[in-house]
């Protein structure tokens, strides 16, 4: 732990603006077996009061009420009492309720991320029933308020406000990956909010406590961790992914292009250096090792993805943000320059399959989408190469795919690096697009247009339905895709 990080970090809590939402329940009345479904209109994050009382006869037993909330409607049909998934159903948002005494004000006291609340009377006597006057969210953001929406049609400029409502729900105390789940701040999904967060909401202030939150929380040897934890106290979650520490580097790069802020870049350079330091441990003779451990690099979470190729996309596109940082803070590039060369000599050699056109990855040779959008974004080769590998991959037998919106951001990214503006466009317009056909009121976690009941985790009751990493076309539509 580094003390002065720390309260660096914590001198730059934000304070949350809270904001009352209310919905007149019309008298709602609740028998045994019966429930209402409230729709707040949009999403939010935030507690939940409620007003009941009860009808009939003298309440002659404690009412026993769930309550059940959800991001999107689809989630209120959703059976959760079967639910099987491989990460804790704690993360469903429902309670169950005993209230002794009607009427009463009831505060559900966690924080919720909702549109909808369905609250369902699961045991009363026959004699009363309860009433539903009326639901109060007392919703909290640390974002500025209103953007000027973007984009050059309706639909885009929808999708710019559901982007916009995305990022501004994640921004808490800290830039959270989504207020339904994990509530935290990670670190691949920083530098997309952060990058975002530059052309839109300009809270800079809140990137650079997540700089110091990450930065103050490295582990012994000066790794960083893939996730901070801030409750009950701040600290390193103890798990690292290769890609993740190495995002801190463009992180902040970004920041200091965006701020001029130089004594957090100059303060912060040896830790973002350490985790190229730390990561090239995992070379042999400038490949990367592939591993089999489940987590050891992220890039998206097609779980059939192997990482090899891509992890080391990953490392050269860093380096190149550091000699970008270093030369503009004046610092010697020589060696990292050097290292960069070496690195995707040993890239093209290695994962570059001449005959497909292609970046292969794994023993067997695995064709995919992020293997291939990485190693165009990390250039290894020239732009006008890489826009064929791109063409190619789209036409690659069982070419292995995308299932979120954080590598499709990648992928929007590496098409408009090697001038495929059109079709850049079309995919954000095809793939958020499609989740704002879908309803959404936010952006989600995950997102496979082929599979829409896909979730890594087993059951897709626990997907995030508002997550910050698929806020970036707020981001492509401001810096690439619309004529001020
Ligand atoms: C999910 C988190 C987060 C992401 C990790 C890899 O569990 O919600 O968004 O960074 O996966």
């Given at each position: 732990m580094n003390k002065k990080f720390l309260s660096k970090a914590k001198q730059l809590k934000p304070q949350l603006t809270q904001t009352l939402v209310e919905i007149d329940?019309?008298?709602?009345s609740l028998n045994e077996g019966d429930s209402a479904v409230f729709d707040f209109g949009n999403h939010y994050v935030g507690s939940l009061t409620v007003q009941l009382t009860s009808a009939g006869s003298p309440q002659d037993a404690p009412a026993l009420i769930k309550f059940k909330f959800c991001e999107i409607a689809k989630e209120l049909d959703e059976d959760t009492s079967t639910y099987n998934g491989w990460i804790s159903k704690s993360w469903l948002q429902e309670e169950l309720i005993h209230v002794d005494t009607l009427p009463c004000v009831l505060k559900l006291k966690r924080r919720y991320a909702f549109r909808y609340v369905k609250i369902q009377a699961v045991g009363l006597s026959s004699k009363f029933s309860i009433v539903i006057n009326n639901l109060t969210a007392e919703t909290v953001t640390s974002a500025p308020e209103s953007i000027e929406l973007c984009g050059s049609t309706e639909r885009e400029s929808k999708i710019d406000k559901i982007a916009l409502r995305t990022l501004s729900e994640c921004m808490q105390y800290e830039f959270e990956d989504g207020p339904k789940r994990d509530k935290r701040l990670w670190l691949g999904d920083l530098r997309l909010q952060a990058l975002t967060n530059y052309f839109?909401?300009?809270?800079?202030d809140l990137v650079k406590r997540c700089l110091y939150l990450f930065a103050g929380t490295c582990g012994k040897d000066g790794e960083l961790s893939q996730a901070v934890f801030t409750k009950p106290k701040v600290v390193g979650d103890d798990a690292y992914m290769f890609d993740y520490s190495l995002l801190f580097i463009p992180v902040l790069q970004e920041y200091y292009e965006a701020t001029g802020d130089r004594q957090t870049a100059e303060e912060l350079l040896p830790i973002a250096l350490k985790q190229l330091t730390l990561a090239?441990?995992?070379?042999?003779n400038n490949v990367i090792k592939d591993s089999?451990?489940?987590?050891?690099?992220?890039?998206?979470?097609?779980?059939?993805?192997?990482?090899q190729c891509g992890a080391q996309g990953v490392y050269i596109y860093c380096a190149k943000y550091a000699v970008k940082l270093m030369s503009a803070l004046g610092k010697d590039t020589t060696a990292i320059e050097n290292d960069i060369a070496l690195k995707t000599k040993g890239a093209i050699a290695h994962f570059y399959d001449k005959e497909k056109g292609v970046f292969v990855s794994g023993k067997d040779r695995q064709v995919s989408y992020a293997a291939n959008i990485w190693m165009c974004l990390a250039g290894v080769l020239s732009a006008a190469e890489n826009a064929k590998v791109l063409d190619k991959v789209k036409c690659?037998?069982?070419?292995?795919g995308l299932v979120t919106p954080y590598a499709y951001h990648y992928y929007v990214q590496a098409l408009i690096d090697c001038g495929k503006i059109t079709e850049a466009r079309k995919v954000i317009n095809n793939y958020w697009g499609a989740m704002a056909d879908d309803g959404a009121d936010t952006f989600y976690e995950m997102f496979d247009p082929n599979n829409p009941d896909f979730s890594a985790y087993g059951a897709k009751a626990v997907n995030s339905y508002c997550h910050a990493w698929s806020c970036t076309p707020s981001y492509f539509l401001r810096k690439y895709l619309t004529e001020n």
């Open positions: 329940a019309k008298k709602t839109t909401f300009k809270h800079n090239n441990a995992n070379f042999e089999d451990r489940l987590g050891w690099c992220f890039l998206d979470w097609n779980l059939a993805l192997n990482k690659a037998e069982n070419a292995v």
